[in-house]
């Protein structure tokens, strides 16, 4: 996976924007940060709870690992986009989109994502 096909991923979920800060993108849902793409553009990073990314790192660990420190333990997860398929990235990325999203406009587009 590219870093595009990781832009294009996310930039695909209902109502999300490409900003940057720290000079380099992310990708907003409301104005929050629910995924990035790190300096250099060969990793990303998806917000996650601690337990999805549990899930994610275990069924994936080539993909995805925790962040050290204190963001990785509230599930900041960076995803070796090398490594990375599309199906696995969109799950990821829908997992961090809804985590970010107002309850109502991620319950708007339930049906839509899975």
Do not use: S
């Amino acid at each position: 996976m590219t870093a595009d096909d990781f832009r294009e991923l996310a930039l695909a979920l209902p109502e999300a924007t490409e900003k940057g800060h720290m000079n380099h993108p992310d990708f907003r849902v409301k104005g929050k940060i629910f995924a990035t793409l790190g300096p250099g553009e060969t990793w990303g990073m998806v917000k996650l709870t601690p337990d999805q990314q549990k899930v994610f790192v275990r069924a994936e660990p080539e993909v995805f690992e925790p962040f050290n420190g204190a963001w990785g333990l509230r599930g900041c997860t960076k995803v070796c986009l090398e490594e990375a398929t599309a199906g696995v990235v969109r799950r990821a990325l829908v997992a961090a989109w809804r985590n970010t999203a107002p309850k109502n406009l991620a319950k708007l587009y339930e049906d839509e994502l899975d």
